[in-house]
């Protein structure tokens, strides 16, 4: 697992670049505000239901979430997974909002 911060993420974004962006927030969360990745629950990394997904396994795969916690508690669960690259936002959407705002 690596870490990237939510400058470097928002500039890979602007660039256009093609990321695979997953927020394990709960749905009512990634309702407030999203950063417009597949909405993939912490729940369901931990119950290992992820077959939405198995096909990016050797691809990098950005994991945020409220804080960073839980998002680097599903980067582990992937990388037991076997998937290849996982990066996890430092900061989660509180840091993006921090900088960015909504």
């Known amino acids: 697992m690596k870490n990237i911060t939510v400058d470097e993420l928002k500039e890979r ?4 670049e093609k ?12 309702e ?8 993939i629950p912490l729940g369901k990394f931990q119950t290992m239901q992820l077959d939405e997904i198995e096909d990016l396994k050797d691809e ?8 960073g916690k839980r998002s680097m508690m599903a980067c582990q669960i992937l990388d037991q ?3 290849s690259d996982t990066t996890n936002v430092e900061g989660g959407i509180l840091a993006w909002q ?3 705002g909504k």
């Open 13 to 16: 974004i602007d660039r256009g």
């Open 19 to 30: 990321i695979n962006l997953i927020d394990c927030r709960e749905p009512h969360e990634y």
């Open 32 to 39: 407030e505000a999203n950063l417009g990745g597949r909405l």
């Open 60 to 67: 990098e795969v950005i994991v945020h979430c409220r804080s």
């Open 81 to 83: 997974m076997g998937f």
């Open 98 to 100: 921090e900088k960015f």
